[in-house]
């Protein structure tokens, strides 16, 4: 699917990217080093209801988000299976 020459994405699929600058990315990168153990007690917590938890940097004002896999279904296709 493309409109005007580009790619359409789903934004509720992981792999999601986003423009950035260098300074963008390294201030990521030092937020990400410093949640890994965050990260790691939520998965422990949430167990098998989660596949993965890692940080985004796609998120401006909310905490988290739940995404799908890249190659599974969508949220609405995945109700309307069950």
């Known amino acids: 699917k493309e409109y ?9 699929k ?3 990217k986003l423009d950035e ?3 963008e990315k ?4 030092e937020a ?3 949640t890994e153990g965050l ?7 949430l ?3 989660v596949e993965k938890v890692v940080v985004s940097g796609r998120l401006a004002d909310s905490p988290c988000c739940l ?10 296709m995945e109700r309307l299976m069950k």
């Open 39 to 45: 990260c790691t007690l939520i998965k422990e917590v």
């Open 67 to 76: 995404v799908t896999g890249e190659y599974g279904w969508a949220a609405h």
């Open 14 to 16: 992981e792999g999601l």
């Open 47 to 49: 167990d098998d209801k």
């Open 4 to 12: 005007d020459g580009k790619k359409l994405i789903c934004a509720t």
């Open 21 to 23: 600058s260098e300074e």
């Open 26 to 29: 390294k201030s990521f990168e």
């Open 32 to 34: 990400k080093s410093k």
